[in-house]
């Protein structure tokens, strides 16, 4: 079979909710006094996301899976500005991947790790005030950029009950790249991402 360590396994399925603060980085600051509500290029959106995850194959102490996710994110502050409040920045994403987790000789304790990719959108890079043109070159209001995001998360996942998980931390970093779009100010095409985030899982009886 060319994996003589797979055996088959029944499939385990579930879903979570969490909060997760991002701080995306690499925008440049459009005031004229250089005095953007968030500094240093750098903005932290935070907020819910909400995800499902599929294991479907045990390889040796690993159980393989996908995961898909997504959230929506925001920050009342600026990295491109001077303005802020309510939603001055928001970062909405869905993430498609492939996860590990593994079998540790503690049976509460699962460590996991997943690659995820997928689409976003998020007005960080974008001054105030950005616009793009229509056919006949007339400015239009433009608030928010397309993205191709990808993120590599590791966390763990400490089992409670035998369908209630909590995961009391996940680390994510990875990269958004700006795809579209004809603004006549844009900010950089490429930016920084890096997560930390927290969810209780619900998920069918366990068959480990």
Request: contains cysteine; glycine residues 16%; aromatic residues 8%.
């Given at each position: 079979?060319?994996l003589g360590c797979?055996?088959?396994?029944?499939a385990?399925?579930?879903?979570?909710?969490?909060?997760?603060?991002t701080r995306?980085?690499g925008?440049k600051c459009?005031?004229?006094?250089?005095?953007?509500s968030?500094?240093?290029?750098?903005v932290n959106p935070?907020g819910?996301?909400?995800?499902a995850?599929?294991?479907?194959r045990t390889?040796?102490?690993?159980?393989?899976?996908l995961d898909?996710?997504?959230?929506?994110?925001?920050?009342?502050?600026s990295?491109?500005?001077?303005?802020?409040g309510n939603?001055?920045?928001?970062?909405?994403?869905?993430l498609?991947?492939?996860r590990?987790s593994?079998?540790?000789r503690?049976?509460?304790?699962?460590p996991y790790?997943?690659?995820?990719?997928?689409y976003?959108r998020?007005?960080?890079?974008?001054?105030?005030?950005?616009?793009t043109?229509n056919?006949?070159?007339?400015?239009?209001a433009?608030?928010?950029d397309?993205f191709a995001?990808?993120?590599g998360?590791?966390?763990?996942?400490?089992?409670v009950?035998p369908v209630?998980d909590?995961?009391?931390i996940e680390?994510?970093?990875g990269?958004?790249n700006?795809f579209?779009?004809?603004?006549?100010?844009?900010?950089p095409g490429s930016v920084g991402?890096m997560?930390?985030?927290?969810?209780?899982?619900f998920h069918?009886?366990?068959?480990?």
């Amino acid at each position: 079979m060319g994996l003589g360590c797979a055996v088959a396994a029944r499939a385990q399925a579930g879903v979570y909710v969490g909060y997760v603060a991002t701080r995306l980085s690499g925008m440049k600051c459009y005031d004229p006094q250089g005095q953007c509500s968030s500094t240093g290029g750098v903005v932290n959106p935070a907020g819910i996301q909400v995800g499902a995850y599929y294991d479907f194959r045990t390889l040796g102490p690993m159980r393989l899976g996908l995961d898909l996710r997504g959230g929506t994110l925001h920050s009342n502050k600026s990295a491109t500005s001077s303005a802020g409040g309510n939603d001055a920045t928001g970062y909405d994403n869905l993430l498609l991947g492939v996860r590990g987790s593994f079998h540790t000789r503690y049976s509460w304790l699962s460590p996991y790790a997943q690659v995820s990719a997928g689409y976003a959108r998020s007005n960080a890079t974008l001054p105030f005030g950005a616009s793009t043109l229509n056919g006949a070159g007339v400015p239009v209001a433009r608030t928010e950029d397309n993205f191709a995001v990808y993120e590599g998360l590791a966390g763990i996942t400490i089992h409670v009950f035998p369908v209630i998980d909590l995961r009391p931390i996940e680390l994510g970093i990875g990269n958004m790249n700006r795809f579209g779009g004809t603004a006549t100010v844009d900010g950089p095409g490429s930016v920084g991402l890096m997560s930390i985030g927290a969810a209780v899982v619900f998920h069918l009886p366990s068959s480990q």
